[in-house]
T-cell receptor, first 115, second 109 residues
Framework: DAGVIQSPRHEVTEMGQEVTLRCKPI?????LFWYRQTMMRGLELLIY????????DSGMPEDRFSAKMPNASFSTLKIQPSEPRDSAVYFC?????????????FGEGSRLTVL | AQRVTQPEKLLSVFKGAPVELKCNYS??????LFWYVQYSRQRLQLLLR??SRESIKGFTADLNKGETSFHLKKPFAQEEDSAMYYC???????????FGSGTRLQVQP
């Protein structure tokens, strides 16, 4: 398995534009997480899914952020409209509590810069 | 609410010196604690978990429930240990990990 795959790796956009980040979890993992990493706040949980169903979205900053998981192998995080303060690295991660150690596996991240 | 505190943003030591990365948590139940590491240009990855009681790359961490701490220690730092270290916790009911703000370890030659 290639691990958790995220795209794009880098995104530079202008304020007000829509941004869509994509994630393919490890096959067989039933939990998917979106985290945001900033220098000031470290890693913050935005939302997580279990079997494609959103379980906790209390970390989503505001209505400009939305996330979907239409099937077990794909999830998106959308920001509309984007703002400069959204600039961060967004990580997707997945895990399976029924297999192995239940370790959380991270993607390489999507670095977003909003000008 | 769960909370993880890593008081140091940056820890700089010389090669061969002991290292202790501090982590304190607040949680009323029985947490499971982890240390994750992010080397330059690599993915965030699991370093160790308290239930395993193992030593990875010379690092150990002991859960101290009385002090609600899970400090990461290594007796002799190596240059390749330079990385960002995150302490994290979860409980048996919640599936998501709560991370601290991270500590950057710099090991100088």
């Amino acid at each position: 398995d290639a691990g958790v795959i995220q795209s794009p790796r880098h995104e530079v956009t202008e304020m007000g534009q829509e941004v869509t980040l994509r994630c393919k979890p490890i096959s067989g993992h039933d939990y998917l997480f979106w985290y945001r990493q900033t220098m000031m706040r470290g890693l913050e949980l935005l939302i997580y899914f279990n079997n494609n169903v959103p379980i906790d979205d209390s970390g989503m900053p505001e209505d400009r952020f939305s996330a979907k998981m239409p099937n077990a192998s794909f999830s998106t995080l959308k920001i509309q409209p984007s703002e400069p303060r959204d600039s961060a690295v967004y990580f997707c991660a997945s895990r399976s509590l029924g297999q192995g150690s239940g370790e959380l596996f991270f993607g390489e991240g999507s670095r977003l810069t909003v000008l | 609410a769960q909370r993880v505190t890593q008081p140091e943003k940056l820890l700089s030591v010389f090669k061969g010196a002991p290292v202790e990365l501090k982590c304190n948590y607040s949680y009323s139940g029985s947490p499971e604690l982890f240390w994750y590491v992010q080397y330059s240009r690599q993915r965030l990855q699991l370093l160790l978990r308290h239930i395993s009681r193992e030593s990875i790359k010379g690092f150990t961490a002991d859960l101290n429930k009385g002090e609600t701490s899970f400090h990461l220690k290594k007796p002799f730092a190596q240059e390749e240990d330079s990385a960002m270290y995150y302490c994290a916790l979860t409980d048996t009911g919640r599936r998501a990990l709560t991370f601290g703000s991270g500590t950057r370890l710099q090991v100088q030659p």
